[in-house]
C-alpha cells in the first residue's frame, strides 16, 4: 500500500488513508512481534533484565544500522539527500521532527519518518517489558493506547497542523500500543477487532454531527490499529483457503524478508528512475520499471548484507550457549 501511494500517487482510489494504513500495519506488527520476542525471553531465559535488554539492542542494531546506514551513503552519493534537505536528521533517526519543524515532507527521505519513530519507540518500551511485573504489562499496553489517543486529542486542541498531528511519536501509540497488547493477551484478538469495528461505525454515524471532526481525530487511528490487530491475531492463529496459501507462498515469504531493504529504498529508487528517464517517452512506465529496480535491489541487499549479518549473529550465539554449556562443572 505505502508503495502504490508513492509510486501511483492519486491512483489508489481504494485506499483512501493515502498509504497511513500501511504504516499502521507496520506499526501494529512491529509492537506485536517485538513484544511477543521480549516476553519470551523474558520467559524462557535466566538472564538478568539488563542482560536481556542488552541483548535486544544489539539485535535491533544489527538488524536496522547497517543496511538503514548503507541506504542513506547511497542516497548521498547518489544526491538524493543532502545536508540541506535534513541529513543530519535522518542520520540521527528524527526525521518525523525535521518534517514538523519544515511543515512538509522534503526530499526523496520522507517515508524515513516511520524509521524514526519505531526507533523512539525501542528506548522505552522494551524497558516497561522487561522490569515492570509480568501482570501490569497488559495494562501498560493500554496506557500506551491511552496515551495516543490523549496526546492526539491534546495536539488537535492546540490547532496543530495534521502532519503534526501524524508525525508526533506519541501518535503512534495507539497502533504500537494495539500490536503489544496482543502480543501480551494474544486471544484478545477478536475483542480488538470488533471495538475497532464499533468504533469505525459510530466514527461514520457522527461523521455529520457536531462531534464529527473531535471523533475522527481521536477515533480514527484507534479504530483501524485494532482492526489491523485482529488481522494480525488471524494471522497467526493461521488464515484457511486460497488466502492462507498465498500467505504461505515463497513469494510472500521473500517480500517478507525484503521488506525492510524494500522500505528503506523505494522512494530512493524511484527519484533516481525519474531523474533518469523522466524525459525518455516512457512516463507511464517508470512506477513499473521502479518497482522492479526496487525488489531487485532489496533481493540483493538480503543476500548479500542482511542474511549474512543475521548468520553471523546466530553463529555467535549459539557459540556463547555452547562455552556457557561447557564451563559448567560436571558432578
Given amino acids: 500500500m505505502i508503495l502504490a501511494h508513492h509510486y501511483w500517487p492519486g491512483r489508489d482510489f481504494w485506499d483512501p488513508t493515502e498509504g497511513r494504513i500501511g ?19 523474558r520467559q524462557t531465559s535466566q538472564d538478568s533484565p539488563w542482560t536481556l535488554l542488552n541483548r535486544f539492542y544489539v539485535r535491533r542494531a544489527w538488524r536496522i544500522l547497517p543496511l538503514f546506514y548503507i541506504t542513506c ?7 538524493w539527500m543532502r545536508v540541506n534537505t535534513g541529513l543530519f536528521w535522518h542520520l540521527s533517526f528524527l ?27 525501542y528506548l522505552v518500551w522494551p524497558l516497561i ?9 497488559r495494562a501498560a499496553a493500554l496506557a500506551m493506547i491511552g496515551t495516543g ?8 486542541c492546540l490547532g496543530c497542523s495534521k502532519l503534526t498531528i501524524d508525525l508526533l511519536t506519541p501518535d503512534a501509540f495507539e497502533a504500537l500500543g494495539a500490536g503489544s ?40 487511528e484507534l479504530s483501524r490499529s485494532l482492526m489491523l490487530a485482529w488481522l494480525i491475531a488471524a494471522g497467526v492463529r ?35 528512475t525519474v531523474a533518469t528517464m ?32 543475521y548468520e553471523s549473529r546466530r553463529t555467535d550465539r549459539i557459540s556463547i550457549q555452547i562455552k556457557a554449556v561447557n564451563s559448567v562443572p560436571v558432578l
Fill in 23 to 41: 504504516v499502521d500495519f507496520f506499526f501494529v506488527l512491529s509492537g506485536f512481534l517485538i513484544t511477543r520476542s521480549l516476553l519470551l525471553d
Fill in 73 to 79: 551513503a547511497i542516497a548521498v552519493w547518489r544526491g
Fill in 95 to 121: 526525521s518525523n521532527f525535521y518534517f514538523i519543524k519544515e511543515g512538509r515532507f522534503v526530499g526523496a527521505a520522507g517515508h524515513l519518518w516511520a524509521i524514526a519513530v519505531e526507533q523512539h519507540f
Fill in 129 to 137: 517489558l522487561l522490569f515492570a511485573p509480568k501482570r501490569f504489562l
Fill in 149 to 156: 489517543v490523549l496526546f492526539r486529542a491534546a495536539v488537535g
Fill in 181 to 220: 497488547f496482543l502480543a501480551c493477551s494474544e486471544q484478545s484478538g477478536f475483542l480488538l477487532g470488533s471495538t475497532g469495528l464499533i468504533l469505525t461505525i459510530l466514527r461514520l454515524v457522527c461523521r455529520t454531527t457536531n462531534v464529527g471532526d473531535w471523533f475522527s481525530l481521536t477515533g480514527t
Fill in 238 to 272: 493461521g488464515i484457511r483457503g486460497w488466502i492462507g496459501r498465498g500467505l504461505e507462498s515463497a513469494p510472500a515469504r521473500a517480500l517478507g524478508k525484503w521488506s525492510f531493504a524494500i522500505y528503506l529504498s523505494h522512494n530512493f529508487v524511484m527519484c533516481g
Fill in 278 to 309: 523522466g524525459r525518455s517517452g516512457l512516463e507511464n512506465s517508470i512506477p513499473f520499471i521502479a518497482l522492479g529496480l526496487t525488489l531487485a535491489w532489496s533481493m540483493a541487499v538480503y543476500n548479500l548484507i542482511e542474511k549474512p549479518l
